[in-house]
């Protein structure tokens, strides 16, 4: 219906980890704000066993399979509208550096089919087991 931005932001690995909490926080219900879309990020979403918690719990996070160090800053790349206006409650990427900003950006629709004719030859790669959800 509308065409999203790419911006890439530098986060703290505390902010990685917000960020990802923020996107598991629905689970195990419908969760369009899952966004985690890397093969080199692993991570445990331990789903809440009540409603008394706001948010699920995330751990044993993992980059390139070394424990995420939360002062570290890694490169990220989002859809603009969070970033920069703190939708779907993710003000807190307000703050963060501007690698490439909205402005600079390539449509997502345009990223993925630069993407797929570059990949079109590959094989398929089976689940990596990125993301293990582990109930209450």
């Known amino acids: 219906p509308f065409d999203m931005t790419l911006m890439t932001l530098s986060l703290s690995g505390e902010q990685l980890v917000q960020m ?8 195990p219900h419908e969760c369009g704000a899952l966004w985690h ?7 445990t979403i331990k789903l809440r066993a009540d409603n008394s918690q706001k948010y699920n719990e995330i751990a044993d996070v993992t980059f390139d399979g070394k424990p995420i160090d939360l002062a ?13 206006e703190g939708k779907y409650g993710y003000g807190f990427l ?13 449509g997502l629709q345009d990223a993925v089919v630069m993407w797929a004719k570059r990949h079109a030859a590959d094989k398929y790669v089976p689940a990596l087991g990125r993301i293990t959800i582990v109930a209450p």
């Open 20 to 27: 990802l909490r923020k996107g598991a926080k629905d689970l």
């Open 37 to 43: 879309c890397n093969h080199r990020l692993k991570y």
């Open 72 to 84: 570290k800053q890694y490169t990220v790349t989002t859809v603009a509208g969070p970033a920069t």
């Open 94 to 106: 307000g703050t963060a550096e501007r690698v490439v900003d909205d402005e600079y950006g390539i």
